[in-house]
């Protein structure tokens, strides 16, 4: 059944899987930060004003190799470029919302929380989208703070695993989608395929066979998907 919009409770909801999967892999950044030797201060700015999981690591790992600053900036502009095709994408299901709430939501658009709001059908109220960004937002933030803080202290097994939060979140969100269409299990097969097979022969540059693929899977998504939207609600 097609939804008109959805409120700040129902986004706060949606969020749940994300702050699951945010904190461990938050924790490990502010550890992984402390062993770069990044100041407390600067591994929570990072959190902060960046608020991209997979950037920050990356930064952390050219910071690491003596990368100089430019190219750093350089990587990380490449690396969110697909995150303009999800602005646009959002932006087109935002009905009667004042621009000036446009720059918000721009900055807390995810993977993860676009991958939440995407799936919503029918319109996206700014409520939803600020309840559901801004509760990752925060989650991601003091997760960097307590790895900082406290990551050493845990066992080496624990440190380790820390990162395993981020595939569990995406299983509990994909799951429930998967129950109600098998187009999207198909999307997600086929967009894993596509990712390996370019990877895996090195057809491009490291870090773009991810945003080719997203840009690929999206692209055929937003026809399969609007397609059967438009079957259901016939």
């Known amino acids: 059944m097609k939804q008109d919009s959805y409120n700040a409770k129902e986004g706060f909801v949606a969020a749940i899987p994300i702050v699951i999967g945010y904190f461990p892999v938050a924790m490990a950044f502010g550890l ?23 950037s920050q690591f990356m930064a ?12 750093i900036i350089l990587a990380t502009f490449l ?14 299901r935002l009905k009667d919302i004042k621009k000036g709430w446009l720059l918000f939501i721009a900055f807390g658009i995810t993977d993860e929380s676009f991958s939440v709001a995407s799936l919503k059908n029918g319109t996206l109220s700014i409520s939803f989208l600020l309840a559901l960004q801004g509760i990752s937002y925060v989650s991601w933030i003091s997760g ?3 790895g ?5 202290t845990l066992p080496l097994s624990v440190q ?7 595939y569990a979140m995406f299983t509990a969100i ?12 198909c ?3 086929t967009s894993g395929i596509l990712y390996a097979f370019i990877d895996y022969f090195k057809l491009l540059p490291s870090g773009w066979s991810l945003i080719v693929s997203i840009i690929i899977a999206s692209t055929v998504g937003l026809f399969v998907l609007k397609d059967e939207a438009k079957e259901v609600h016939a």
């Not at 952390?60 to 190219?71: E, N, P, V, W």
């Not at 900082?148 to 050493?152: E, F, P, R, S």
């Not at 380790?160 to 981020?166: H, Q, R």
């Open 32 to 54: 992984l930060a402390k062993t770069v030797h990044i100041s407390l201060l600067d591994s929570c700015l990072f959190s902060v004003l960046v608020f991209a999981g997979a």
């Open 60 to 71: 952390l790992d050219l910071i690491k190799a003596g990368i100089a600053t430019g190219d």
């Open 79 to 92: 690396l969110n470029l697909r995150h303009l095709m999800m602005s646009a994408s959002l932006a087109v």
């Open 144 to 146: 960097t703070l307590v």
């Open 148 to 152: 900082y803080l406290v990551g050493t």
């Open 160 to 166: 380790s695993s820390l990162g395993i939060g981020l």
């Open 174 to 185: 994909l799951i429930p989608e998967i129950k109600k269409s098998s187009n999207v299990l």
């Open 187 to 189: 999307l997600s097969i």
